[in-house]
């Protein structure tokens, strides 16, 4: 299973555009690029997915290159309550099991 | 509509007691998993299943059993507690077969001493 790279760790203030890299050199070509959110003491909550190109929705924005070897998820204007661990996952076309990194710990700062 | 609960919240075990912890679903979804996280790690998944009467084994299945009599239904079986299995659970569903986005339950944190 093709593994991803995230930084451990991300520190940014409130109103600021964040932009969080996963990088996936290994990537499948029918493997699907899926972010999650966890809060502390909460379960994970699926954020957005995508294949290639750009895919925007209420609460974030991915950006894969035409590569795919890598991709960012984006969350304009952050908040305090943004302050959580983000997940990339790479998950194949058809498949539901989801295969967990350490993730990225933003803190959001005011 | 609830969406995933899990019960109980939070469980204290002695080494080699068993427990069953439970996850139901209001959602009608097909497909149910149950993740162990241990702290500062991402999840691990222990078992899953892709509708009732199915089950199948995923990571980190050793020292868990399930069942699945019932679409909502989905409990998770520690057989004999060791403190190995110290950890907090999470339950999640999907709608079917290869659905983007799957539904956490809030997690029940486990502690066996």
């Known amino acids: 299973l093709a593994k991803t790279t995230q930084p451990i760790s991300m520190d940014s203030y409130e109103g600021q555009e964040v932009n969080i890299t996963c990088s996936h050199n290994n990537i499948a070509t029918n493997d699907y690029i899926t972010w999650y959110q966890q809060f502390p003491s909460q379960g994970p909550r699926f954020i957005i997915q995508?294949?290639?190109t750009k895919v925007t929705n209420e609460v974030a924005s991915l950006f894969i290159p035409a590569d795919r070897k890598s991709s960012t998820l984006s969350l304009p204007r952050v908040s305090l309550s943004d302050t959580a661990v983000y997940y990339c996952?790479?998950?194949?076309?058809?498949?539901?099991?989801?295969?967990f990194g350490t993730g990225t710990r933003l803190t959001v700062i005011p | 509509n609830a969406g995933v609960t899990q019960t109980p919240k939070f469980q204290v075990l002695k080494t080699g007691q068993s427990m069953t912890l439970q996850c139901a679903q209001d959602?009608?979804?097909?497909?149910m998993s149950w993740y162990r996280q241990d702290p500062g790690m991402g999840l691990r998944l222990i078992h899953y299943?892709?509708?009732?009467?199915?089950?199948d084994q995923g990571e980190v299945p050793n020292g868990y059993n399930v069942s699945r009599s019932t679409t909502e239904d989905f409990p998770l079986r520690l057989l004999s507690a060791a403190p190995s299995q110290t950890s907090v659970y999470f339950c999640?569903?999907?709608?079917?077969?290869?659905?983007?986005?799957?539904?956490f339950g809030q997690g029940t944190r486990l502690t066996v001493v």
């Open positions: 959602m009608n979804h097909e497909y």
């Open positions: 996952l790479l998950r194949g076309a058809g498949a539901n099991n989801l295969f």
């Open positions: 299943s892709v509708g009732a009467g199915i089950t």
């Open positions: 999640a569903t999907q709608p079917g077969m290869g659905d983007t986005e799957a539904f």
């Open positions: 995508g294949y290639k």
